[in-house]
């Protein structure tokens, strides 16, 4: 037989077998053996001696196969098993967890309208008082983004940024948190809120003075949690419903970077509303990701009064 013929007639022979086992219909399980879910494709596994499979199948949330294309079919029931074929279509991995994270309080931030961000104290002052025209009705100022480092490395400690704010507006509390959470700049009525009168000391905390012993304005480390939850304890920063949008782009977001798990670093920085939200929203809906939430208790001791200053 001529080679040209024979190379054709097996091309032909190849074809008819690839069809075959495309259009058949796959019914071979069972009721009680049929996955809710078969997928197709470049699947990586973790496993050393198997990195890599074509399909999996997936049954009362758990898996029940892992292995080639073929040996899926025993799983697939026609009106049962939904079948999703990714074949060629990139990587299939396993959900991945993200280690610390706060992509909740990150949301809550954007949906509400409270992130700002600015490099130094002409830009902190100009978004502030945007902030206060744009919500004119809101009882307490919340907002986070300013840059801590750069040109406010040295700025924050010595800016009378209390002045400043109080300008903006001195009858509502105003809280202007840092980018990496451990700095915030008060007005005076925050820090009548928070209760820190000027012989006020905190184990732990920090605060920027002037030369005759007077608030400038920054609070740092335990002082910035201390004031959030006594300012908390007479308003919300957050509304229920507004948390649950933040929760829903937070799991848009998740999702887009692959991960389904995470470490929540201090769910309750805008106090238990964040997790009534989050109870409610798997309720009526269904949380996509799984969260494992971290519930920060302040534990303080008595106030230190400095002796020298009072």
């Not at 001696?49 to 999996?56: I, T, V």
């Not at 502030?128 to 009882?139: G, R």
């Not at 010595?158 to 202007?176: G, S, V």
Request: with cysteine.
């Amino acid at each position: 037989m001529n080679f040209f013929k024979k190379k054709t007639l097996w091309a032909i022979a190849i074809a008819a077998l690839s069809m075959a086992f495309s259009f058949s219909p796959c019914s071979a399980a069972t009721p009680e053996t049929a996955a809710d879910l078969v997928v197709y494709g470049k699947i990586y596994t973790s496993n050393a001696k198997e990195r890599y499979a074509e399909a999996f199948a997936v049954k009362d949330g758990r898996y029940v196969y892992v292995g080639n294309k073929a040996g899926a079919s025993a799983f697939i029931k026609d009106g049962v098993t939904k079948v999703i074929d990714r074949t060629g279509k990139g990587l299939i991995t396993a959900g991945a967890t993200e280690g610390h994270g706060h992509y909740v309080l990150a949301s809550e931030l954007k949906v509400s309208g409270g992130y700002i961000h600015a490099a130094n104290v002409t830009e902190i002052i100009a978004k502030m008082k945007e902030h206060v025209q744009k919500f004119p009705n809101k009882e307490v100022y919340f907002v986070q983004g300013w840059e801590t480092g750069g040109e406010m490395r040295d700025a924050k400690f010595t800016c009378n940024m209390r002045k400043a704010l109080d300008e903006i507006c001195p009858d509502k509390a105003i809280i202007m948190v840092d980018n990496v959470g451990h700095n915030a700049f008060l007005n005076s009525k925050a820090f009548e809120m928070a209760g820190f009168t000027r012989g006020f000391a905190l184990e732990g905390g920090a605060f920027a003075k002037d030369a005759n012993g007077d608030f400038l304005g920054l609070v740092s480390d335990v002082a910035v949690n201390y004031a959030m939850e006594k300012i908390q304890e007479k308003h919300s920063l957050i509304d229920k419903d507004t948390a649950r949008k933040a929760i829903r782009d937070a799991a848009d977001f998740l999702h887009s970077n692959g991960y389904t798990n995470y470490f929540d670093a201090y769910t309750n920085f805008l106090g238990k509303v964040t997790y009534e939200a989050l109870h409610d929203e798997d309720v009526e809906n269904g949380l996509t990701f799984n969260i494992i939430s971290a519930y920060k208790i302040l534990i303080l001791p008595t106030p230190i009064f400095d002796e020298k200053i009072r």
